[in-house]
């Protein structure tokens, strides 16, 4: 969605988009509470790799704090913050893959891929 050459505020804005769906496509169906815990485990395993992703996460209770990510994202550049924010995003996959299973996964996510994921141009010469 942001694209090559995006700076730090398009990536922040993209990765928080990005998550927005997520709760919006996962809440009806395992709750407000569990989505932010697997956002928790998420940036957790990120912080691995990124260890400043850790703050992001510190004294989360029953929502994902997106201010927070938002606001932490902006401190680091335009690579560090699309790298960290997509390997945040990577760990929640694979959570709830190992949770769900893949098909159920990408049955749930779909409309987010869909949201990530420009439409394919069209071709008018036919």
């Not at 709750?31 to 697997?38: D, E, I, K, P, W």
């Given at each position: 969605?942001?694209?090559a050459?995006?700076?730090?505020?398009?990536?922040?804005?993209?990765?928080?988009q990005?998550?927005?769906?997520?709760?919006?496509?996962?809440?009806?169906?395992i709750?407000?509470?569990?989505?932010?815990?697997?956002y928790?485990?998420?940036?957790?395993?990120?912080?691995?790799?990124?260890?400043?992703?850790?703050?992001?996460h510190?004294?989360?209770?029953?929502?994902?704090?997106?201010?927070?990510?938002?606001?932490?994202?902006?401190?680091h550049?335009?690579?560090?913050?699309?790298?960290a924010?997509?390997?945040?995003?990577?760990?929640?996959?694979?959570?709830l893959?190992?949770?769900?299973g893949?098909?159920?996964?990408?049955?749930?996510?779909?409309?987010?891929?869909?949201?990530?994921?420009?439409?394919?141009?069209?071709?008018?010469?036919?």
């Open positions: 969605m942001a694209g050459g995006a700076d730090a505020l398009q990536i922040a804005d993209c990765i928080v990005t998550w927005q769906t997520i709760e919006a496509a996962l809440t009806p169906i709750g407000q509470r569990s989505v932010a815990t697997l928790k485990r998420s940036f957790y395993l990120a912080s691995r790799r990124h260890p400043w992703l850790m703050d992001v510190e004294g989360m209770q029953a929502s994902m704090d997106l201010a927070t990510l938002k606001s932490r994202l902006l401190e550049g335009s690579t560090e913050a699309a790298a924010g997509g390997a945040a995003l990577q760990m929640f996959h694979e959570v893959t190992n949770l769900l893949s098909s159920l996964t990408e049955r749930l996510l779909r409309s987010v891929w869909a949201d990530l994921l420009p439409a394919p141009a069209q071709d008018d010469s036919a």
